[in-house]
């Protein structure tokens, strides 16, 4: 069996850091960048794997010494935890605990940009421990929070967007008592509308797109006294993301969108001023929108969200039958 690009890689920046005559600080130096390198680009996860014995390496080797690249040795091998596929809680934790023990010096030592993505991505971690109840929701938000007072939407507006993004998302996964239900839904929709007072359709499209959509997944959701209301600002926000999204260059996320609006258009009467006369028409429309996410989905291999589109398409076609 031969060794891997990886194996050799890995054994040949050893062996170079070992007979360099660099300094230390050189040679902890070298070993951070490779290892960025691998968590950069992964061809496999035995290469996020790789990254982190490689950070792992310069940890130990910045002892006493080096104290801010023995940070961000911590803060890369966090981020390469963070990405393996299907991290388990035992590397998450791992994850959280670099995270905790190298934003303190980052603070001390490194640029505010290299704390606030360090804040940004702790943020991520703890998110991903809430459901295992191992972090708190709030410290997920508390810590994107941090982050905003250095990603603002003038200078960062891309980490802005993803931002209140992740506290929308945070908002809603929280846990409060069924009457307090709206409350957090109402957070999160506040979120997205404040980070789109200033990312615009014309400066940023991707990130627009992105927060349109997931405001528009939001609003239907809502639990409120108005149902259709909130369907139809719904639509409105999915029309704004579909500016961006189409059919041929982001395939899935149009994908995504329109799927989204076919379950609002499912739920909404044609005319609400007259309820009886049903909602052929958008049931139709829906249908039309399954019908091409499902086709986008299955050719992308997408198998789990094709399975979903077409459960739908078995229920709406139900629901045709029996209209008025």
Known sequence: MNPSI?????KAAIAAIASESATTAEKIQMLIEIALGFQKKPKTAKDLRSAVGLY?????MCGEDYPLLKAKAQVGMAGTLQTIPDAGTELL???KAGYEAAIP????LASKEEVAESQMNLGLVLQSLVPFNLARIVDSIQAYH??????TWED???EYAILYNNI???YLSMPLASEREYLRQGLAVQSFEVALKHITLIDHPREYAMLQNNLGNALQYLVSSHPVENNMR?????????????ARDTPLEYANTISNKANALFNLLDNPEKPEVGNLQNLLQARAYYQQAWEIFTQHQQTEQAEVVAQALQEIAVEITSQP
């Open 234 to 246: 719904a639509i409105a926000a999915y029309d704004e993301a579909l500016k961006v999204r189409n």
């Open 93 to 95: 934790l791992q994850a």
């Open 146 to 151: 941090e982050a905003l007072r250095v990603f």
């Open 105 to 108: 010096i980052l603070q001390q």
């Open 168 to 170: 929308a998302i945070a």
């Open 56 to 60: 792992y390496r310069a940890y130990e």
């Open 6 to 10: 990886t194996d050799s890689a890995v």
């Open 156 to 158: 960062y507006p891309q």
